[in-house]
């Protein structure tokens, strides 16, 4: 909302740095559209937009060289005007759908609103054509006459919006980007939801739902707790340098969690590597990472589950489940817990990368397994492994077959 009215106001300002030219008028307004289509979401860009128009036909004289008034629609230019419609529209098609998988911010934005541009002299150059002939008497106007008038005169500074737009764009997406934190009553899944929106969310940004219809475990098991009893979350990484650490993000993610449960008094908390929390040796929390990839990594999702007040679990469940109102006795409000973990979890991660993050030192002091002989499934085949550590690069260490491996979490499932 806050940044529907900055674009608004950047609009209306735009619109008054205005030098007219016979029936040209060269304003700095396509600069903010151009900024509007590639900033907010299509609902909010038209929404900004059709406030705009509105301002202007009811006499508010936000339009170009202050104009204003119901009388405006009939000016030769006004086709520019509702012709923003169409350039958010179209920047959005392209940028949401037609080229949803090219990864370059820059030549996405420069495809969409070049494409958008051309729309908009379409739209204009017919309404101030019709205009000019049918309302102000100019029957003989020609078409070539009339390009000249509303079209040629404007090119070159045009392109030069979109491009200047496109490179704002590229370089601050991330910066503008909307709200962190999101909640929803019911969802499919906060993991699939991020999937789907990370371009139009900042990185660390946060989704949680008190009910999901599909929530997803890992090795495509599925997550199910009752509405409202239990912390459902996502948290989004974009930044680059964290991307390169993607692995480990799960790792730094369970320190996070193990952390927040021992700070609140829970005993024998313990993380089974890679992804689960364990309490009293029941499964009291699982973390699943998802990544969104085109030719690199564009996005990581940590999805974490975490049981609060549930008290009964369904059959079946893959490792016998806990919850913290059953360790500790006690109903926990769900409000407090969300905002204590989101901190903590921005804190790890942070502490990610600058490079003084302890998650190996945390993990080893509490590992589910070490020391354990256990089985598992490790490069396809049924083994023993005797867990010994994790290594500096989040990697388990563990005795295979008599000899020591380094093994990564995609290569080994335990039993
Ligand atoms: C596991 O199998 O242990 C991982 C479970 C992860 C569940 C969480 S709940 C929030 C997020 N959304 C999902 O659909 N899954 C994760």
Redesign the pocket.
């Known amino acids: 909302m806050t940044l529907d009215a900055l674009f608004l106001a950047l609009l209306i300002v735009s619109s008054f740095i205005s030098i007219d030219v016979g029936y040209c008028k060269f304003t700095l307004q396509l600069l903010t559209v151009f900024l509007i289509a590639n900033f907010l979401s299509l609902a909010d860009g038209l929404i900004v937009i059709a406030l705009y128009i509105a301002m202007g036909l009811i006499g508010i004289p936000v339009f170009a060289g202050f104009g204003g008034g119901i009388a405006y629609a009939a000016s030769p230019t006004f086709g520019f005007v509702y012709g923003f419609f169409f350039v958010i529209l179209l920047n959005h098609l392209f940028s949401d759908v037609l080229l949803k998988r090219m990864g370059n911010e820059l030549w996405k934005s420069l495809i969409g609103s070049s494409v958008s541009l051309i729309a908009l002299y379409a739209v204009g150059f017919t309404h101030g054509y019709l205009i000019l002939t049918l309302l102000k008497g100019k029957s003989d106007l020609t078409l070539g006459a009339a390009f000249g008038l509303f079209i040629a005169p404007y090119i070159p500074f045009d392109i030069a919006k979109f491009v200047i737009a496109s490179f704002i764009t590229s370089r601050y997406v991330n910066v503008l980007l909307p709200s962190r934190r999101i909640h929803f009553n019911e969802i499919d899944?906060?993991?699939?939801y991020l999937k789907k929106n990370y371009l139009v969310y900042k990185n660390l940004s946060f989704v949680d739902?008190s009910y999901?219809k599909?929530?997803?475990?890992?090795?495509g098991?599925k997550?199910e707790?009752d509405k409202d009893e239990s912390l459902?979350?996502?948290v989004l990484i974009k930044d680059k340098k964290l991307l390169q650490n993607a692995p480990i993000l799960s790792l730094v993610a369970g320190s996070a969690v193990f952390k927040y449960l021992s700070q609140i008094g829970l005993k024998n908390v313990s993380i089974k590597w890679p992804?689960?929390i364990y309490v009293n040796g029941k499964?009291i929390c699982?973390?699943?990472l998802e990544s969104v990839s085109h030719e690199k990594v564009d996005a990581v999702i940590i999805?974490?589950?975490l049981n609060v007040n549930q008290e009964t679990f369904p059959e079946g469940f893959y490792r016998t489940p806990t919850s913290i109102r059953l360790e500790t006795g006690s109903t926990m409000d769900l409000r407090d817990i969300k905002k204590d973990l989101y901190r903590i979890i921005k804190e790890e991660i942070l502490s990610l990368k600058e490079g003084r993050s302890d998650y190996v030192k945390v993990i080893n002091e509490n590992n589910y397994l070490k020391d354990e002989k256990c089985f598992c499934t490790y490069k396809g085949e049924k083994k023993e492994i005797k867990v010994l550590r994790i290594d500096d690069e989040g990697d388990l260490v563990g005795i295979i077959d008599g000899d020591e491996k380094k093994i990564i979490s995609d290569e080994i499932t335990f039993e």
């Open positions: 899944s906060t993991n699939t739902a999901q599909k929530g997803k475990g890992r090795l098991r997550w707790a459902m979350f996502s992804n689960d499964k699982g973390i699943l999805g974490i589950g």
